[in-house]
């Protein structure tokens, strides 16, 4: 059974510095894993999809890695902004049906 | 990203009372899903939805619970009788491919009463 966990489950950081999100899995049968973030009472933004023959995704100040064999992926922010504070979600897709499973999430705040 | 909007954005209800939820699609995606977040609790799956018919479902997703889509244009979640557990965030997904990015509606507010 695919478990997601994701730590740490809170982490706060002044303005400017990178942030570095970590997700693991137990099964490293799955077809991609992608990166959500979530606003209070908001639904979920998706971020970034990095398929499982991927190693990484870049989206502007994102990048996200995958190492499939270890069960890992890195969510790295450069150079945090006050309006990056939100919680992030890291999912994996194990089926061909779109099944996701998710992590707890990291909430992250970022202070000016 | 393809805009995706659900109705209503909160509904209360009372306990053993029926509601729907609605998702208006996009029309090229024909894979949608259902999830739900329980009040600081991690997203869960319900029930994946192709080609107009349940492709998976969850151990969730027992006989109280319905989806369809049945004139081709709203994505419903129908829950029969509701009860006080089945408070939460309920959110609705598509994706043109079942190993594509999925992107979330913001969501309905539940809260049984």
């Known amino acids: 059974k695919q478990e997601v966990t994701q730590i740490p489950a809170a982490l706060s950081v002044p303005e400017g510095e990178n942030l570095v999100l970590n997700c693991s899995f137990t099964d490293s049968a799955i077809y991609n894993l992608q990166w959500f973030r979530q606003d209070p009472g908001k639904g979920l933004t998706s971020l970034l999809l990095i398929q499982s023959s991927q190693r990484e995704q870049t989206s502007g100040r994102l990048n996200a890695s995958l190492d499939k064999s270890s069960g890992r992926s890195t969510l790295y922010i450069a150079a945090s902004q006050p309006g990056d504070s939100a919680t992030y979600l890291c999912a994996v897709l194990s089926d061909s049906w779109g099944k996701l499973q998710f992590g707890a999430g990291t909430q992250v705040v970022v202070t000016p | 990203e393809p805009e995706v909007t659900q109705t209503p954005s909160h509904q209360v209800t009372q306990m053993g009372q029926e509601v729907i939820l609605r998702c208006v699609p996009i029309s090229n995606h024909l894979y949608f899903y259902w999830y739900r977040q329980i009040l600081g609790q991690k997203v869960e799956f319900l029930v994946s939805?192709?080609?107009?018919?349940?492709?998976?479902k969850s151990e969730i997703f027992d006989d109280q619970f319905s989806v369809e889509r049945p004139d081709g244009s709203n994505f419903t979640l129908k829950i029969r009788s509701t009860k006080l557990e089945d408070s939460a965030m309920y959110f609705c997904a598509r994706t043109g491919g079942a190993t594509d990015t999925q992107y979330f509606g913001p969501g309905t507010r539940l809260t049984v009463l």
């Open positions: 939805f192709y080609n107009n018919e349940i492709s998976e």
